[in-house]
């Protein structure tokens, strides 16, 4: 469980760069078997919004949050061993951010609960361009478009996607989600066929869990 003390302490830890301190926390999480979304959003993603919000208000460098993103990133590998060790069931899905979208852990978070849920997550990482997004579409066949968006100066670049996408790929199931979302535009995307705007990882595990065969047991 994740108490504010404990919090504080992961925070404090992390806005000195301690990534010892920080992953023995994950740790002692991970062994009291904490989901993986609540260790993500609870403690990951609720401490990069706190350090995004020290950065906007002049309270840390960006230098400090650079360091910050960097621990964080580190981190998700103490999940790995939980993730590598979920039987596979067939499903793909191709998780990206778009052209121009540096925001990269949100992203990597959402392929890894695919993955969790014995999905292939390939995630595309930071800045993909169209092109390539559609080669990988071309070339993985994937059940699942996820794109990820954190800021609204990204919104031609997701509506590009999305057109280009249902040119080439109509029946292509399209999620898109982000903390750009928090600050409206959903209504945007929604209105094209087959586009779902997914506000949480917890979203959007039920939303895999329903589109999921699994093997009689
Ligand atoms: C680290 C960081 C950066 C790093 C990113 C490095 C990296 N490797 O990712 C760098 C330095 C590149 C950066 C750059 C910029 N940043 Co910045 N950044 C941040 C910061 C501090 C943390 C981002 C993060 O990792 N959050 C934690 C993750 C886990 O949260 P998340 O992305 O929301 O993801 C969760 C959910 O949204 C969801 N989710 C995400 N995607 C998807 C997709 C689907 C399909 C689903 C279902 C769910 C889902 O799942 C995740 C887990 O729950 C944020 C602060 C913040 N509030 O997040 C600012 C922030 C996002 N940045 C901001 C800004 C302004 C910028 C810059 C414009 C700054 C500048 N002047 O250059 C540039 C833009 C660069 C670009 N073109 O993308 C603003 C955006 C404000 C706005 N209204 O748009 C923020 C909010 C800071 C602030 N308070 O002002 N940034």
Redo the contacts with the bound molecule.
Sequence with gaps: MITEDLYGRYLAALLVGDQQACAAIVTELLNGCIDV?TL??NL??RS??E???L??ANRIS?AT??V???V??GLLSLVYPIIFARPHLNRTAV?S?VA????????R??ADIFELNGWHGYFLG??TSLAELLAMIGDRRPHLL?????????MHALIAAIEAVRRQYSELPV??????FR?GGGDIVQGYPGVQV????H??ET?IRARTTYPAS
């Design positions: 979304k993500y959003t990951m993603q990069m919004y350090v995004g919000a950065w906007e960006v949050e650079h910050a993103t960097s964080t990133e998780v951010c121009n979208e540096f925001h990269e852990l949100g992203g978070m959402v930071a800045n996820a794109l990820s968006m954190s800021t609204q100066a990204g999620l898109v989600g982000g903390q750009a600050w997914v506000l949480s990882i979203e959007l939303i």
